[in-house]
């Protein structure tokens, strides 16, 4: 692609030359289409009589509009002459400028592709330039490109999938197996880029079924943890449109996996779950944003309801270790660019996994001031 546009570039180039050359000149007669000679061949002088014209040959066709296809084996125009000179005076030799040769561009296209790599590349160079002449337009397909890297890694640390003989099952009564919830439970996608599949985070140490249910929860966490450092943008029109693209890829998504892997066929069931989506986003982001702010309790309580759904069987300390993960995230991505979580995102889920490193030690430690009230209560209960 960038040898092409050099080419275009020497040709547009030698285009130009031509025109002023031709332009300097008194004009001439008829020319015929050629793409041989930069002067595009004047028609012969003394023409063949109608007599010897061959029956069945079509004429020639004519124009006065200079016509290039192809110029890597064309002559260079003459000079233009002199004023006062007559005009139909031999030019000579040493003012004819030799053309090169297709060789010659060749070498010269290599070296300038070569001195462009240094600076970035020639499309580099072009997106840069077309950035800053157009900004707001570049700007969209800019925001879409990191935010759909972003929620890749969101989408692929709770994947899952359900296997093709159980989707077909479904119209026979034989599909995936249900949970207490009546919720289809599949297998650990192990196929998806920057995923760990079966060997999850949220798999094994959390114990959590490979479902949708708990796939766009864990999808919606990690899309919160980098709302928080999106709304550190100095634009709110910027803030605004990652959030909308973050949410419309999810919901993409979401919608894929109604119809791919569960057998939502109907447009109107599909768009009632959407609609539930949205909401329990909205949801989400007010309940964290209360837990983040109030204390680790009410955080705690937030994660409770959403990824375990309430359950009063659960083990707390799994709780703990997502709200100390949540706090790890956060303020680990709190001196980064927007543009390098992106790229480092898109790489590998490496982030991810480092947040979650050493989370049990940190959540078997006591607390500052945990026993203060009982041994309260034990010197109370001993002056009794």
Same mark, same amino acid.
């Given at each position: 692609?960038?040898?092409?546009?050099?080419?275009?570039?020497?040709?547009?180039?030698?285009? @130009?030359?031509?025109?002023?050359?031709?332009?300097? =000149? @008194?004009?001439?007669?008829?020319?015929?289409?050629?793409?041989?000679?930069?002067?595009?061949?004047? %028609?012969?002088?003394?023409?063949?009589? $109608?007599?010897?014209?061959?029956?069945?040959? %079509?004429?020639?066709?004519?124009?006065?509009? %200079?016509?290039?296809?192809?110029?890597?084996?064309?002559?260079?125009? %003459?000079?233009?002459?002199?004023?006062? &000179?007559?005009?139909?005076?031999?030019?000579?030799?040493? &003012?004819?400028?030799?053309?090169?040769?297709?060789?010659?561009?060749?070498?010269?296209?290599?070296?300038? !592709?070569?001195?462009?790599?240094?600076?970035?590349?020639?499309?580099?160079?072009?997106?840069?330039?077309?950035?800053?002449?157009?900004?707001?337009?570049?700007?969209?397909?800019?925001?879409?490109?990191? =935010?759909?890297?972003?929620?890749?890694?969101?989408?692929?640390?709770?994947?899952?999938?359900?296997?093709?003989?159980?989707?077909?099952?479904?119209?026979?009564?034989?599909?995936?197996?249900?949970?207490?919830?009546?919720?289809?439970?599949?297998?650990?996608?192990?196929?998806?880029?920057?995923?760990?599949?079966?060997?999850?985070?949220?798999? =094994?140490? /959390?114990?959590? $079924?490979?479902?949708?249910?708990?796939?766009?929860?864990?999808?919606? /966490?990690?899309?919160?943890?980098?709302?928080?450092?999106?709304?550190?943008?100095?634009?709110?029109?910027?803030?605004? $449109?990652?959030?909308?693209?973050?949410?419309?890829?999810?919901? &993409?998504?979401?919608?894929?996996?109604?119809?791919?892997?569960?057998?939502?066929?109907?447009?109107?069931?599909?768009?009632?779950?959407?609609? *539930?989506?949205?909401?329990?986003?909205?949801?989400?982001?007010?309940?964290?944003?209360?837990?983040?702010?109030?204390?680790?309790?009410? !955080?705690?309580?937030?994660?409770?309801?959403? !990824?375990?759904?309430?359950? $009063?069987?659960?083990?707390?300390?799994?709780?703990?270790?997502?709200?100390?993960?949540?706090?790890?995230?956060?303020?680990?991505?709190?001196?980064?660019?927007?543009?390098?979580?992106? =790229?480092?995102?898109?790489?590998?889920?490496?982030?991810?996994?480092?947040?979650?490193?050493?989370? *049990?030690?940190?959540?078997?430690?006591?607390?500052?001031?945990?026993?203060?009230?009982?041994?309260?209560?034990?010197?109370?209960?001993?002056?009794?």
């Amino acid at each position: 692609m960038s040898v092409c546009t050099q080419c275009m570039r020497a040709l547009r180039r030698q285009a @130009r030359l031509e025109q002023l050359t031709l332009s300097q =000149t @008194r004009p001439s007669q008829l020319r015929c289409l050629s793409t041989t000679s930069a002067r595009y061949q004047q %028609p012969q002088a003394q023409s063949k009589p $109608e007599s010897q014209v061959q029956p069945g040959t %079509p004429p020639s066709i004519l124009t006065t509009a %200079p016509t290039i296809t192809s110029n890597l084996a064309a002559d260079a125009p %003459p000079p233009a002459p002199a004023a006062g &000179s007559p005009s139909n005076a031999p030019a000579s030799a040493s &003012s004819q400028v030799p053309a090169p040769s297709t060789a010659e561009m060749q070498k010269q296209i290599s070296s300038r !592709l070569g001195s462009s790599r240094v600076g970035g590349g020639i499309g580099h160079k072009i997106a840069t330039s077309l950035r800053s002449a157009a900004k707001s337009t570049t700007e969209t397909y800019i925001t879409y490109g990191l =935010t759909e890297a972003m929620f890749k890694s969101c989408a692929a640390q709770a994947p899952y999938t359900i296997p093709e003989d159980q989707r077909m099952g479904v119209y026979t009564g034989k599909g995936p197996p249900k949970n207490a919830r009546a919720e289809d439970v599949g297998v650990p996608e192990t196929s998806v880029p920057g995923s760990q599949g079966a060997q999850s985070w949220w798999f =094994t140490r /959390l114990g959590l $079924e490979p479902t949708f249910s708990v796939w766009s929860q864990v999808c919606f /966490l990690h899309m919160y943890i980098l709302t928080v450092k999106l709304r550190t943008l100095p634009d709110q029109r910027t803030y605004m $449109e990652y959030q909308r693209y973050l949410l419309e890829h999810f919901s &993409s998504v979401a919608e894929d996996k109604m119809i791919l892997l569960h057998g939502m066929n109907a447009r109107g069931v599909r768009n009632k779950y959407l609609k *539930d989506l949205f909401v329990q986003w909205r949801g989400i982001q007010y309940a964290y944003d209360q837990g983040l702010v109030s204390g680790d309790a009410v !955080l705690a309580g937030a994660v409770w309801r959403n !990824l375990w759904k309430a359950d $009063e069987e659960v083990d707390w300390e799994k709780v703990a270790l997502v709200v100390g993960f949540m706090r790890r995230a956060i303020a680990g991505l709190a001196d980064s660019d927007i543009n390098d979580i992106a =790229t480092n995102l898109q790489q590998s889920s490496q982030y991810w996994e480092q947040a979650q490193q050493g989370l *049990d030690g940190m959540v078997n430690l006591e607390s500052t001031g945990i026993r203060d009230n009982l041994r309260e209560e034990a010197a109370a209960e001993k002056a009794l």
